[in-house]
């Protein structure tokens, strides 16, 4: 049973921001996007940086407004469109589905020790729910250490932690609320190899032991598949396919997704780029391949090395082509 629903989401930015900009530039950072996150499952998010990735996590906590679409969080057995809620009704669906975002340096407060940081805008909706403030101290000490610190940390500050353990505070402060889902954005993408391992391992435990759902940003697809159940790939606001992450590796389609797993398996994504321009003729004709493909067709022809006319003439629909695995193109 899915307990959050994206259906037909799209987002749109101007491309030049300021007075004299000029009117009317402007990109799709999230073109008709649709997927669903199941009940205690980890749906992974992957593609190259401005795909929209975290562009879609903001608009499911309402940070960004949609343009149009709907995104339906399943609560009590009823579906509630997130976009009708009004202040103390987004407040509480944002108590339950958290956000941790990528860099904890910048989302927590240098000024604060750590039982503020957790405790800073839960006091008063947690008291709501008759939790005093003695209860909300040992609360905050236990969930310290569910996620593998001490509780003697709660006097330290922020600058006295490692990136890894500024994560796992971050993940504590969302843990506070006892959410329903957790939106990870690129939670390990900056900590070594090492830490990010023990980083996952945590979050799979505290699903297991808390019955959660995820939505996990990445975009490393070798992370993503180590610890998603299913995975969305998205280029240029757009889901290129989707599959099981079990089979996703073996069973990849796209092209897109193809190219983003040479570009893990060590082979540099410039290098590829620059190999897939010169089989398509060079950096000028990509250039003009990239500006025809946006104007009706695919919005990877450009990139593609299986590209046909009918790429750049009509846009290809996501298609189910095996059960559970879905893809966005005409050469497969």
Do not use: W
């Amino acid at each position: 049973m899915s307990v959050l629903t994206v259906s037909h989401l799209y987002k749109r930015f101007n491309l030049e921001a300021g007075f004299f900009a000029r009117f009317g530039r402007s990109v799709n950072a999230v073109n008709d996007l649709s997927f669903s996150i199941n009940k205690n499952e980890s749906y992974g998010l992957v593609g190259e940086s401005g795909c929209g990735k975290t562009t879609t996590a903001r608009l499911l906590v309402r940070m960004y407004e949609a343009d149009s679409g709907n995104i339906l969080y399943r609560h009590n057995n009823e579906s509630i469109d997130i976009s009708s809620l009004k202040k103390e009704a987004l407040r509480q669906y944002r108590e339950k589905v958290r956000y941790v975002f990528q860099d904890p340096a910048r989302s927590l407060n240098p000024r604060m020790n750590i039982y503020e940081v957790l405790v800073s805008g839960c006091r008063r909706p947690l008291k709501r729910r008759g939790i005093n403030e003695n209860q909300l101290k040992i609360k905050a000490q236990r969930i310290l250490e569910e996620v593998g610190l001490q509780v003697s940390d709660m006097e330290k500050r922020p600058s006295e932690f490692s990136g890894g353990q500024r994560q796992r505070i971050s993940i504590a402060r969302a843990l506070l609320m006892e959410p329903e889902i957790l939106i990870c954005d690129e939670v390990v993408s900056a900590l070594d190899v090492s830490i990010q391992g023990q980083i996952l391992n945590l979050l799979l435990d505290i699903r297991e032991k808390r019955d959660m759902s995820f939505l996990f940003i990445a975009h490393d697809l070798k992370v993503a598949c180590y610890f998603c159940d299913r995975i969305g790939v998205m280029y240029k606001g757009e889901l290129m396919e989707e599959a099981p992450a079990a089979n996703l590796y073996k069973e990849a389609r796209h092209p897109y997704t193809q190219l983003l797993f040479s570009s893990a398996a060590g082979v540099g994504e410039e290098t590829l780029r620059e190999d897939l321009s010169q089989r398509r003729g060079g950096a000028e004709v990509a250039e003009k391949d990239e500006r025809k493909a946006s104007e009706s067709g695919c919005s990877f022809a450009a990139r593609c090395p299986k590209v046909t006319d009918r790429c750049y003439n009509e846009h290809p629909e996501l298609k189910e082509i095996n059960p559970g695995h879905l893809i966005r193109c005409f050469n497969n």
